[in-house]
């Protein structure tokens, strides 16, 4: 069954076109559905509960040394402001979707930093139990 619902994902996702396809089927009901970086956000789906999410997102802040600033939170969003040591500033907003998944965006800096952005996404895989791909 777990099988069957991981493929299912995989096929939307490729049939859709959406970023890179990583399909990290982990135990504990989390996984990591794909992710792409466009107009200097990073997105991520992640197969996992929002509020493990949202919980996985704060501590990966800590890892990394990100200063968070401002938090919001309700039952579908949540946004967290936050400031690297070098100054820049940092967003990730993360929804609650209704099929399961959550939906994480960073952002860092004005522009968008994908090695930074990148670096966050690895530090909340970790804290997820997802081994990064890349």
Do not use: H
Request: glycine share 12%; aromatic share 8%; net charge positive.
């Amino acid at each position: 069954m777990r099988f069957l619902k991981y493929a299912m994902v995989s096929f939307l996702f490729f049939i859709c076109g959406c970023g890179f396809l990583i399909g990290a089927g982990v135990g504990g009901g989390a996984g990591l559905a794909g992710y792409k970086f466009l107009e200097g956000k990073l997105e991520i789906e992640y197969i996992a509960p929002y509020e493990r999410v949202w919980q996985a997102t704060k501590l990966a802040l800590k890892d990394t040394g990100i200063r968070i600033e401002r938090m919001e939170k309700d039952a579908i969003n949540a946004e967290i402001k936050a400031r690297k040591a070098d100054g820049k500033v940092v967003t990730i907003k993360i929804k609650n979707k209704a099929t399961g998944m959550t939906i994480v965006s960073i952002r860092v800096g004005i522009f968008g930093d994908e090695n930074a952005s990148l670096i966050i996404k690895k530090a909340i895989d970790k804290r997820l139990g997802i081994r990064s791909k890349n």
